[in-house]
């Protein structure tokens, strides 16, 4: 006999909703992973209706709890909450699931349904992207409660699966959270012992870590052996871990992956494709669910509605605001100024001053080093910087002056993160997201590799994170091919949406970082020197900013120079070797082909014409085929290098100012 709704609905009923919504949906969609929403729905319930603290109607209330699907595969658990409890996401884009132009995307995407906080799907960095949102948690209470006025005071949720497990990027950021105490971080495992090569416990095969232990080694609360489908058993487990003050924790959730289906459940069919119309009819009854495909009767809506809730939740915080804005007005505008995104009135006259400090000076200087001096003069115009480094703060020259070291208690605006350079990008972007800082992180621009996903989801979001990649060439010397980037810079340059730099002087990387820390609307790459480069002379800053531009122009010049870097100063050199033999050239300058490429076409003919051009890089060459053209010069690299001093490499490689004015000569002859 079926169960009719009641007038209340039960939790049973709103975890079944969630099942029913995410079956459809992915049949709807001919594919998706309906196992995972169907194994965590009474987990949503414990978590959505008895403690995430968030307001539909405000996804951007700065004091939110905030929740992240790690295992965004399950994306339909995410959609049918933010559906069910009353954010604008209508029942439409459910149905539209995975179809061109929805607001439900195979994995959440950050910017298309509202309340999702971070892109999921490449597994490991959702929980990673938590402890970054946690930290910052605990960083900005530390700089703006006050006592009796607590303005910063929520947690981070996340869900995370084995996938996430086993992917070593949760070893990084995990063992990190537990080693700063990251108490307010609180993370359900999802147990279910499925994933997409395994049937019945298969998983065995391949993962048999001891969760609990490894994570109580990291420094974590462990909870562990919760039945997942309990709601008061996992209720409990949450007043647990929010009493830890001093640890996260994670929950260690037992479940059944696809649960209620009757056939599929507990195996890895109901991992990543429909369940099939005859298994969800027999789900339908198997749960007493006597509803069509996408109803859902309104005693569930109403069960599941928290916009009164959430309406309440921050209005009490408004009023404590209000009361904190009373007493502390400077620091209430500064805390809304951060939260807002917004640079302080005196940045740009921060940053002009370095700028004409660093002309007037016209010091001989690495280009990381020229950094650190930025830093030391951004830190006091930005307190939002939050910087760190990939163990290499002493190589990296990340740390300024200012700067304090975060700790396992209190506030800071330095990390140390470790040997963990995709840790610490995502990281970074979990910092970015949750809002109020501005993160920046150093490592060699060869483990840029390591990273390389997590700045890929930067770019993705459209996340302003400060990439300082040192060590950018094979004027790194002794420490040979394994640390010497060739293709590196070519292949940050094709990634959409990074801004990628490579100042050649001072200067040049004064403006790199001034565009890095204005641009809202995606990272920057800041690849910078080990060894010292000249300053270079040039008659304006004007067109700097502007990517590429003329460094030093020629009258009646016969052919372009375009360089970055280090070898900016090779190219100059080359223009004064062919000037006297009566060959004038133009040197351009393209410290950002990102932010060159998006001149307007007017400009970028006026800097690089209709000439002969040579390209000059210590890279890989086929890249600046695109500003020379097939059948010009470029002198780059297209080997890995070798273990010698700087300048004997330069020598042997070809990056000397004869080889490039004999490539300019076989262009002119």
């Known amino acids: 006999m079926e169960s009719?709704?009641?007038?209340?609905?039960?939790?049973?009923?709103?975890?079944?909703?969630?099942r029913a919504l995410a079956m459809d949906a992915v049949e709807a969609a001919?594919?998706?992973?309906?196992?995972?929403?169907?194994?965590?729905?009474?987990?949503?319930?414990?978590?959505?209706?008895?403690?995430?603290?968030?307001?539909?109607?405000?996804p951007a209330w700065p004091d939110r709890d905030r929740f992240v699907l790690s295992n965004g595969h399950g994306s339909m658990?995410?959609?049918?909450?933010?559906?069910?409890?009353?954010?604008?996401?209508?029942?439409e884009e459910l149905r539209?699931?995975?179809?061109?132009?929805?607001?439900?995307?195979?994995?959440?995407?950050r910017g298309c349904a509202p309340g999702v906080e971070t892109t999921t799907g490449p597994l490991g960095q959702g929980i990673s992207n938590a402890v970054g949102m946690a930290l910052a948690e605990r960083l900005l209470a530390a700089e703006f409660n006050r006592p009796d006025h607590t303005i910063v005071d929520h947690h981070t949720y996340v869900f995370l699966g084995d996938g996430?497990?086993?992917?070593?990027?949760?070893?990084?950021?995990?063992?990190?959270?537990?080693?700063?105490?990251?108490?307010k971080l609180i993370a359900v495992y999802d147990d279910n012992g499925i994933s997409i090569d395994s049937d019945k416990g298969q998983i065995r095969q391949w993962y048999t870590d001891d969760v609990r232990r490894?994570?109580?080694?990291?420094?974590?609360?462990?909870?562990?052996?919760?039945?997942?489908?309990?709601?008061?058993?996992?209720?409990?487990?949450?007043?647990?871990?929010?009493?830890?003050?001093a640890r996260p924790t994670l929950i260690c959730a037992r479940t059944t992956i696809g649960k209620g289906a009757p056939k599929k459940a507990n195996t890895g069919a109901a991992h990543g494709?429909?369940?099939?119309?005859?298994?969800?009819?027999?789900?339908?009854?198997?749960?007493?669910?006597?509803?069509?495909?996408?109803?859902?009767?309104?005693?569930?809506?109403?069960?599941?509605?928290?916009?009164?809730?959430?309406?309440?939740?921050?209005?009490?915080?408004?009023?404590?605001?209000?009361?904190?804005?009373?007493?502390?007005?400077?620091?209430?505008?500064?805390?809304?100024?951060?939260?807002?995104?917004?640079?302080?009135?005196?940045?740009?006259?921060?940053?002009?001053?370095?700028?004409?400090?660093?002309?007037?000076?016209?010091?001989?200087?690495?280009?990381?080093?020229?950094?650190?001096?930025?830093?030391?003069a951004f830190k006091t115009a930005l307190p939002e910087l939050v910087g760190g480094s990939a163990d290499l703060t002493g190589s990296n020259l990340t740390m300024a002056k200012t700067s304090k070291v975060v700790g396992p208690d209190g506030g800071g605006d330095y990390v140390f993160y470790g040997v963990r350079e995709f840790g610490m990008a995502a990281v970074m972007n979990g910092l970015a997201l949750h809002g109020g800082y501005i993160p920046y992180g150093g490592t060699f621009l060869v483990f840029s590799d390591y990273a390389r996903n997590a700045l890929r989801l930067a770019a993705l979001m459209g996340l302003r994170t400060i990439y300082v990649f040192t060590h950018d060439s094979i004027g790194l010397g002794e420490d040979g091919p394994t640390h010497q980037p060739i293709e590196h810079a070519s292949s940050l340059r094709l990634m959409p949406n990074m801004d990628v730099w490579r100042p050649a002087d001072t200067v040049e990387t004064a403006v790199a970082w001034?565009?890095?820390?204005?641009?809202?609307?995606?990272?920057?790459?800041?690849l910078l020197t080990r060894q010292n480069v000249p300053f270079c002379k040039r008659e304006s800053l004007g067109n700097v900013e502007r990517g590429g531009y003329i460094l030093s122009d020629a009258a009646g010049a016969k052919a372009a120079i375009i360089a970055t870097g280090s070898e900016v100063q090779i190219a100059l050199e080359a223009q004064k070797l062919l000037a006297g033999e009566g060959i004038p050239v133009r040197v351009v300058s393209m410290p950002s082909t990102s932010v060159f490429d998006r001149q307007p076409a007017d400009y970028r003919n006026t800097v690089l014409g209709s000439l002969p051009k040579v390209a000059v890089e210590a890279g890989v060459t086929d890249y600046w085929r695109k500003y020379v053209g097939l059948q010009a010069a470029v002198v780059g690299i297209d080997r890995y290098g070798e273990s010698a001093p700087a300048a004997d490499l330069f020598k042997h490689f070809g990056f000397t100012p004869a080889k490039v004015a004999d490539a300019v000569r076989s262009l002119v002859k």
């Not at 001919?30 to 405000?58: D, F, Q, Y």
């Not at 001034?514 to 800041?526: D, F």
Request: hydrophobic fraction near 40%.
């Open 77 to 91: 658990l995410l959609y049918s909450l933010l559906h069910l409890t009353g954010y604008a996401l209508p029942l």
């Open 96 to 109: 539209r699931f995975r179809q061109l132009g929805s607001k439900t995307p195979g994995h959440p995407e």
């Open 514 to 526: 001034s565009h890095a820390v204005k641009r809202t609307s995606g990272p920057s790459a800041l």
């Open 4 to 18: 009719p709704v009641t007038a209340k609905a039960s939790d049973a009923e709103l975890a079944n909703s969630i």
């Open 164 to 183: 996430c497990m086993m992917e070593g990027i949760s070893h990084e950021s995990c063992a990190l959270a537990g080693t700063l105490a990251l108490g």
């Open 214 to 245: 490894r994570f109580e080694a990291y420094g974590w609360q462990v909870i562990p052996g919760v039945d997942g489908h309990d709601v008061d058993a996992m209720d409990a487990a949450l007043r647990k871990a929010k009493r830890e003050k």
């Open 30 to 58: 001919k594919s998706g992973h309906p196992g995972m929403p169907m194994g965590m729905a009474e987990i949503a319930v414990a978590l959505w209706k008895r403690h995430l603290r968030h307001n539909p109607a405000n």
């Open 273 to 376: 494709a429909p369940l099939g119309a005859d298994e969800i009819a027999a789900t339908r009854t198997a749960l007493g669910w006597t509803h069509s495909a996408f109803e859902i009767p309104q005693e569930v809506y109403q069960g599941w509605d928290a916009r009164e809730a959430g309406k309440r939740a921050e209005k009490a915080w408004q009023r404590r605001f209000n009361a904190y804005k009373k007493q502390f007005p400077a620091e209430a505008a500064e805390f809304e100024r951060r939260t807002g995104g917004r640079l302080p009135d005196g940045f740009d006259a921060a940053a002009q001053r370095v700028l004409e400090e660093f002309g007037a000076k016209a010091e001989t200087l690495a280009t990381r080093r020229a950094s650190q001096l930025v830093l030391d």
